[in-house]
T-cell receptor, first 115, second 111 residues
Framework: GENVEQHPSTLSVQEGDSAVIKCTYS??????FPWYKQELGKGPQLIID?????GEKKDQRIAVTLNKTAKHFSLHITETQPEDSAVYFC??????????????FGKGTKLSVKP | DTAVSQTPKYLVTQMGNDKSIKCEQN?????MYWYKQDSKKFLKIMFS???????INETVPNRFSPKSPDKAHLNLHINSLELGDSAVYFC??????????FGSGTRLTVV
């Protein structure tokens, strides 16, 4: 089955700097790669996603890149702000079999943005 | 106007008890899920339900059972609770257009 690895587990940056979180996946048939932000005491919230037919997607300060050949995708946050501090999860969705639609999550990255 | 709502938000109970967590979504999504988040924040799929049919059941003890009275609800029943069941449980719904929407979670503490 699909396996998603996420690095780093913790990341501390200064306000205004960029932050990059990287994930790799194992199932080449996976076709959907969302990123979630989880703030303390809340559920994960979708912040950006990318599908396997696209290499890059950007939404204001957030961008995601996908390399299908290497089976890795990354989240880029520019001009970080203290409110970006949270746990970020990458995920992959297998594209076949009974597990279709079932998101497999990475183990999360705790991002701390220092003012 | 909450899209996916779970109740209760906190649940403290003794070992051996039976408890339920309710989940409702008003998004009209076809598929609903339960995820378990452990103390290390790892999110693991427990169940998914599509049109009243359980289509995925991971390595979850049979003390856990999902119940879906209708398309908008997927409740989680847990029998004979154990200390290791303590975690945060998230309900989610899915649509191919918007992906997953998660509820705010239920923190279960078994004492």
């Amino acid at each position: 089955g699909e396996n998603v690895e996420q690095h780093p587990s913790t990341l501390s940056v200064q306000e205004g700097d960029s932050a990059v979180i990287k994930c790799t996946y194992s199932d080449s048939a996976s076709n959907y790669f969302p990123w979630y932000k989880q703030e303390l005491g809340k559920g994960p919230q979708l912040i950006i996603d990318i599908r396997s037919n696209v290499g890059e997607k950007k939404d204001q300060r957030i961008a995601v890149t996908l390399n299908k050949t290497a089976k890795h995708f990354s989240l880029h946050i520019t001009e970080t702000q203290p409110e970006d501090s949270a746990v970020y999860f990458c995920a992959a969705r297998p594209g076949h079999g009974g597990s279709q639609g079932n998101l497999i999550f990475g183990k999360g990255t705790k991002l701390s943005v220092k003012p | 106007d909450t899209a996916v709502s779970q109740t209760p938000k906190y649940l403290v109970t003794q070992m051996g008890n039976d408890k339920s967590i309710k989940c409702e979504q008003n998004l009209g999504h076809d598929t609903m899920y339960w995820y378990k988040q452990d103390s290390k924040k790892f999110l693991k799929i427990m169940f998914s339900y599509n049109n009243k049919e359980l289509i995925i059941n991971e390595t979850v003890p049979n003390r856990f059972s999902p119940k879906s009275p209708d398309k908008a609800h997927l409740n989680l029943h847990i029998n004979s609770l154990e200390l290791g069941d303590s975690a945060v449980y998230f309900c989610a719904s899915f649509t191919g257009l918007r992906g997953y929407t998660f509820g705010s979670g239920t923190r279960l503490t078994v004492v």
